[in-house]
């Protein structure tokens, strides 16, 4: 099955979530020394991806052209404005709103390695051992920010499945039609260029500085826009 890996790491997602919403009579001073802990290792781990780039003038690139084009678009605006709406539906328990909680889980379980080539292992070789390592990670953090953050962290198993999913089922196209070197400096500079957006939420979760992380979000495609373009027009100069 395709997308065994893709649903068992959604579904870890949604527990882990569920379990920490659960969690609401943790001391607020609890809370709070939990946040900054996960907010350290959110650091560290981003760092740690943005480490991994190449060619760090995409990156820089991709970070200004993208942040351009999410002011322009108002991206954290529009999805404040969506998470005010889903907390009048489903109510939030957490210190922060839907809409942070959301990007927070999104860009820390999408964006990186193990989601492109644990989805390319399930298509290719139906291998989901890649994702099934994923799932357990991302359930742990899920528990951990939904504690802290609120249940809007359930809604980032939507984009963990659209995006670990199509790749999956795309994979045999994807090795087809994108060369090996070109996925893999695509794998470099996308986990380098959310790396450095992870580690700004964690300096947001320890109030350190207040980024507008969502209007960055646009530098994922300006990333993959920039290096395959480098990658077919290099020959050519």
Sequence with gaps: MVLLGTIVNTLAIMIGSILGNLFTKIPDRIKHTVTHGMALVVVVLGLQMGLKSDQFLIVIGSLALGAVIGEGFELEEKLNRLGRFLERKVGNRGEGNIASAFVTGTLVFVVGALAIVGALDSGLRDDHSVLFTKAMLDGFFALIFSTTLGIGVIFSAIPVFLYEGAIALLATKIE????????????????????????????????????????????????????????????LI
């Design 176 to 235: 087809t039609f994108v060369p090996q070197p070109l996925m893999a400096q695509l794998i470099n500079e996308l986990t380098a260029t959310g790396g450095l957006l992870i580690v700004a939420i964690g300096l947001n979760l320890l109030n350190i500085t207040k980024i507008r992380t969502a209007n960055l979000l646009p530098s994922i495609v300006i990333c993959i826009l920039i290096v395959t373009g480098i990658f077919y027009l290099k020959p």
